[in-house]
């Protein structure tokens, strides 16, 4: 039975900064309650500016990335996709100004924490019930006008279908281009409407999804590495290394066993042979 999990970023990111600064989706809905610092979040194709105080509800399959400075805290609370009904199905980004609201949120999270650390009968029927209440939290605060939204216009609807597109299709050999044309619009103008969104260009985008799910996979002793070629759409393993040593500077076989870190840089566009 999958569990609800609450823990601080940094345990989550678990000394790999991939895991959250790239571009992926996430088969689990996840809070994200920043207490201190700054940074910058990726919310399907559409970047927003982190604050001290700044809630983030991501549901299951949003595309998403997260960079916080090195001074910030947050915490996270990651459980089942459904199993509180409640939660919103859609992303919401909440700027509580109210001190009170911000303790509110806090209390809940360290409630589950000492749950989690005290280790009784029933932990995950009491963490459910906490994460009802932060449900409750979350529809208080929106009632209340807390969200952040970017404004609503073409742009920002484009690139969240894409966004929807690459979580979907990203695993397939389609590249950019027909990705374009299942929106009818051309690839300069998703290159160019992505760039304004979140500072990377269209390709760049599902390349960074393919990069998080070879790296994730690769950071387990399986699948072999021509399975998770063959997985993520490639036509064979040596284009797959090639890929691999291109947007993280070593080999499959090398980035399994040594666990390194992601060549600082935008990566290139996508190729499967």
Not at 93 to 106: C, F, I
Request: overall charge positive; some cysteine.
């Amino acid at each position: 039975m999958a569990a609800i999990r609450c823990t601080p970023f940094a345990q989550v990111v678990a000394g790999a900064p991939w895991r959250m600064t790239l571009l992926h989706d996430r088969p689990d809905d996840l809070l994200l309650w920043v207490t201190r610092g700054q940074g910058r979040i990726i919310i399907d194709g559409v970047r927003r500016g982190l604050g001290t105080h700044n809630a983030i509800f991501l549901p299951a399959g949003t595309l998403m990335a997260v960079e916080l400075g090195p001074q910030s805290y947050a915490q996270v609370i990651q459980s089942p996709p459904g199993l509180v009904p409640s939660l919103p199905r859609t992303p919401v980004h909440l700027r509580p100004r109210d001190s009170l609201a911000q303790a509110e949120l806090t209390a809940e999270i360290e409630a589950m924490q000492r749950e989690l650390q005290r280790d009784r009968p029933l932990v995950q029927e009491a963490l459910g019930a906490h994460l009802a209440l932060v449900s409750v939290w979350l529809a208080r605060q929106r009632d209340h006008g807390a969200v952040d939204a970017p404004r609503e216009t073409a742009a920002p609807r484009l690139i969240r279908r894409y966004a929807r597109l690459v979580t979907e299709h990203f695993r397939s050999p389609m590249v950019m281009a027909d990705y374009a044309e299942r929106l009818d619009v051309t690839p300069t103008h998703l290159t160019r409407v992505a760039r304004a969104a979140c500072g990377r260009t269209a390709a760049d985008m599902l390349t960074e999804r393919v990069v998080h799910a070879a790296r994730e996979m690769l950071a387990r002793p399986e699948p072999a590495v021509n399975e998770i070629a063959a997985a993520l759409g490639f036509s064979s393993p040596a284009y797959f290394t090639r890929f691999v040593h291109s947007h993280t500077g070593m080999t499959p076989t090398a980035l399994r066993a040594e666990g390194t870190k992601p060549r600082p840089g935008a990566p290139s566009a996508l190729r499967r042979g």
